[in-house]
T-cell receptor, first 112, second 112 residues
Framework: QQQVKQSPQSLIVQKGGISIINCAYENTAFDYFPWYQQFPGKGPALLIA?????SEKKEGRFTISFNKSAKQFSLHIMDSQPGDSATYFC???????????FGGGTRVLVKP | DGGITQSPKYLFRKEGQNVTLSCEQNLNHDAMYWYRQDPGQGLRLIYYSQIVNDFQKGDIAEGYSVSREKKESFPLTVTSAQKNPTAFYLC???????????FGSGTRLTVV
């Protein structure tokens, strides 16, 4: 049972464009939603995170939008750059156990 | 600099062998985790430990074992019972709920 569903699996965007990745979750016990960026052969690195009492959070070119009633959240990468080409994972955490549950990942390619 | 060190970076295992992957952190984090990543897929939780001398099974614990004798160290043993061990293994730690996980650079295990 996949508790966090992520889409699309891959996307290609032109330099300067907007990359949008969507995630949906089922378990309402999740209360912390981080996004991770992973380059080939490296471990994931925390990009940005949000709690369900906030509808939007922005850090630089990265924005998370959160819809609690729909149990959905998304990552927007504004002004995408070739250096943003990586795999992005959404995740969700429950307070009990503090375990990260990951989505399946989205491979983003930014074309110059 | 604080961080997580995983070793070795590459590991080759013969059929029927047990191998141990090292994970050391100097972040003073209580919680540590082991994830498995298969090509083009998300991360799946193998084992986690919230405190020294205590650990719990994750979603795919069969064929793996861990120990947590020191706060800084959380080694993972891939036993001969793990039928498909070839994967990228990632260790992580966190200060607590609501804080991001810090990941190591991973160990790529290949069965030869």
């Amino acid at each position: 049972q996949q508790q966090v569903k992520q889409s699309p699996q891959s996307l290609i965007v032109q330099k300067g464009g907007i990359s949008i990745i969507n995630c949906a979750y089922e378990n309402t016990a999740f209360d912390y939603f981080p996004w991770y960026q992973q380059f080939p052969g490296k471990g994931p690195a925390l990009l940005i995170a949000i709690r369900p009492d906030v509808s939007e959070k922005k850090e630089g070119r990265f924005t998370i939008s959160f819809n609690k009633s729909a149990k959905q959240f998304s990552l927007h990468i504004m002004d995408s750059q070739p250096g943003d080409s990586a795999t992005y994972f959404c995740a969700a955490v429950k307070a009990a156990g503090n375990k990260l549950t990951f989505g399946g990942g989205t491979r983003v390619l930014v074309k110059p | 600099d604080g961080g997580i060190t995983q070793s070795p970076k590459y590991l080759f295992r013969k059929e029927g062998q047990n191998v141990t992957l090292s994970c050391e952190q100097n972040l003073n984090h209580d919680a540590m985790y082991w994830y498995r990543q298969d090509p083009g897929q998300g991360l799946r939780l193998i084992y986690y430990s919230q405190i020294v001398n205590d650990f719990q099974k994750g979603d795919i614990a069969e064929g793996y074992s861990v120990s947590r004798e020191k706060k800084e160290s959380f080694p993972l043993t891939v036993t001969s019972a793990q039928k498909n061990p070839t994967a990228f293994y990632l260790c992580a730690s966190t200060r607590g709920h609501g804080y991001g996980y810090t990941f190591g650079s991973g160990t790529r295990l290949t069965v030869v």
